[in-house]
């Protein structure tokens, strides 16, 4: 045991650098853990929505969200979810699906809905990302925010 003490502190930088893989690892596996939000292939969303009783939450800005969005995604910026929780309350008891460019801030606002009593929440894998990389379609027109879009989808090329 003295010799694996003496090894830790003579390569502190090894060890260091271990400590912080193993961390950044772990993180990756327990965050959707942590955050509620269950992740979903785009197929299973389309499934999803399909069936109804699921609600689709765009979190991106609104830059992003013009640039192409989910069919009637009601649409409210991460950084804006907080103070417009109140939006979603009529949707409580659906299956929310929470929808970014990526993945990330899904988890994140997953984490928000959670603490607000949502309990219903799924991300799409690779979100934004995802769903036009497995060529399912999009909408580009802008819509008022907080209300579900009411226009024709557009396939993204």
Do not use: Y
């Not at 502190?9 to 990756?28: H, N, Y």
């Not at 765009?58 to 991460?78: A, T, W, Y």
């Amino acid at each position: 045991m003295e010799e694996f003490t003496n090894f830790l502190f003579d390569e502190w930088p090894l060890t260091l650098a271990f400590i912080f893989i193993t961390v950044l690892i772990g993180r990756s596996f327990l965050e959707p853990i942590l955050s509620g939000v269950k992740t979903l292939t785009a197929q299973d969303a389309v499934r999803m929505i399909n069936d109804g009783n699921t609600v689709v939450l765009d979190v991106r800005v609104d830059k992003e969200f013009n640039e192409g969005h989910i069919l009637d995604s009601i649409h409210i910026p991460f950084g804006m979810l907080d103070s417009r929780i109140r939006e979603l309350d009529e949707h409580k008891a659906k299956a929310i699906i929470v929808n970014c460019q990526n993945g990330m801030r899904s988890k994140q606002a997953g984490s928000i809905l959670k603490k607000h009593g949502f309990t219903k929440l799924f991300s799409i894998d690779g979100g934004m990302n995802g769903w036009i990389n497995a060529n399912f379609p999009v909408t580009k027109k802008e819509k008022r925010k907080g209300k579900k879009t009411k226009n024709k989808s557009q396939e993204e090329e």
